[in-house]
């Protein structure tokens, strides 16, 4: 069996904390993108009920290739007597091939790539004609951002197993930090905002794949051995795939590209989430409830780019609480939570929502996009997001309820996308020009006029 088919390995495994108790076992890739380590004995951590016990390291050698699960969870424990070793199942999301790390190890350098960057590269660093044995790489490099240094680099790799003409390109993403980053930090600062944004700018769901890390500032088992040069996170679920064509908003061969990436990556650090939420993905939970994640996510949106909102009556109470803070008896800390607790109440949902596409220059886009329904679009949406979080009912029947929150969530999600896109310096009118010529955004159309209808049945509701 090659080693890119591999899907499981046998050897010996213990837990991080008590390294001296070794037993054999066997890891393999279970159903999903979960991994699944069946031992022979105990690896000594305590167990009552079935999935209680989070956050275990477990550690194991197969044929001289050191493994890490990271926050594993015992999911079964059987006991078969006096005279027979007692079996475990334990589950991880994590893997880790080629090194002993905690999930605070740090390491210096980082690469993976991520589906659908491909067609974000466009005409930008064409690779030159050559032979497809001789390797060849294009770099473009970004400032330093959250701490790293990040490049897209465009490799060219003769395909395995296929003519000799057969080569495929691929696009990595690379970074460095100096003082070291963890597994965390680099999902947090990088792959999950870059998964999203690409997503967003394709219009289909991305994954991280091929993640490898090195130059570790430590030895993650606190052994005395050589510090390990590669680590491979997730390997079996790495695979080389055809990826279909995805006709994108973007390509490095816009002027703008570096700097609406760079900032989008800059603002990851305050709404990762609403980043999160608004990427084209498969599987999805339930409807509502996805919904009311969607709405809640435009409103904390709203929150980080639009502060600067005049609040007469919040700086009015700010005001008289500074001036009789002697009588009061209120510290600088009490104050401040005083006022912006009013801060909060002060703008009804609906009013957010509308703000955040009137604010500035995004006015006449979203007048545009929304074919002058704005005010209907947030009154419907924060009715929705209210009725859902208070389990009051729809008026609408089930299948015209179905329909209606399919609408509430597309919307959402796309507001939050665009006007990211707009935060971050993409040309309000070349992203109309855009849309108006992508055939994947049109529906966006007949839902726009649709809002007004929405308006009326959820009044007679």
Not at 249 to 259: A, C, G
Request: charged share 25%; glycine share 8%; proline share 4%.
């Amino acid at each position: 069996m090659s080693e890119a088919n591999v899907t499981e390995a046998a050897g010996y495994w213990w837990s991080a904390a008590t390294p001296e108790n070794r037993v054999p076992g066997v890891v393999r890739l279970a159903t999903g993108k979960h991994y699944e380590l069946t031992t022979i004995g105990s690896l000594g951590e305590s167990f009552n009920d079935p999935g209680t016990l989070a956050d275990v390291t477990v550690f194991g050698v197969c044929g001289g290739t050191e493994y890490t699960l990271l926050r594993a969870v015992m999911t079964n424990q059987q006991h078969r007597g006096a005279e027979t070793a007692t079996a475990e199942t334990w589950l991880s999301f994590v893997m880790i091939r080629g090194a002993h790390l905690f999930p605070d190890a740090r390491f210096e350098s980082a690469s993976f790539r991520c589906t659908g960057l491909m067609w974000l590269w466009g005409r930008w660093g064409t690779v030159p004609e050559g032979h497809p044995d001789e390797p060849r790489e294009i770099r473009a490099a970004l400032p330093e951002i959250r701490g790293g240094k990040v490049k897209v680099v465009r490799r060219r790799s003769r395909e395995s197993g296929v003519g000799r003409g057969s080569y495929k390109d691929h696009i990595v993403i690379e970074v460095t930090a100096e003082e070291g980053m963890t597994l965390g930090e680099l999902e947090r600062n990088f792959e999950l905002p870059l998964r999203a944004f690409t997503a967003c700018v394709t219009g289909s769901e991305s994954e991280i794949s091929h993640l490898r890390v090195g130059r570790f500032l430590v030895r993650g088992d606190d052994s005395t051995g050589t510090r390990p040069a590669l680590a491979e996170i997730n390997p079996w679920t790495s695979r080389d795939s055809e990826e279909k064509y995805r006709a994108s908003l973007m390509s490095l061969d816009d002027v703008f590209f570096q700097e609406v990436l760079i900032r989008w990556l800059e603002l990851s650090e305050k709404i990762l989430n609403p980043m999160v939420i608004a990427a084209p993905r498969q599987n999805r939970g339930y409807l509502q409830m996805e919904t009311f994640a969607a709405v809640s996510a435009v409103e904390q949106v709203q929150r980080e780019l639009t502060e600067s909102r005049p609040t007469t009556f919040a700086d009015s109470l700010k005001r008289i609480l500074d001036e009789h803070r002697g009588v009061l008896g209120l510290n600088s800390a009490a104050r401040r939570r005083i006022v912006n607790s009013v801060k909060l109440s002060e703008f009804r949902l609906q009013d957010r929502l509308e703000h955040l596409l009137v604010d500035g220059e995004a006015g006449d886009f979203f007048e545009w996009f929304l074919r002058g329904h704005i005010n209907a679009w947030a009154e419907v949406s924060s009715t929705v997001r209210n009725r859902l979080g208070h389990g009051l009912a729809m008026p609408e029947s089930q299948s015209e309820n179905h329909v209606l929150l399919v609408n509430v969530l597309n919307t959402s999600r796309n507001v939050i996308f665009l006007r990211l896109l707009l935060e971050c310096g993409f040309p309000k009118d070349e992203l109309m020009i855009r849309l108006e010529n992508d055939p994947s955004w049109t529906w966006q159309v007949e839902i726009s006029d649709k809002w007004p209808e929405y308006v009326r049945s959820i009044s007679n509701g």
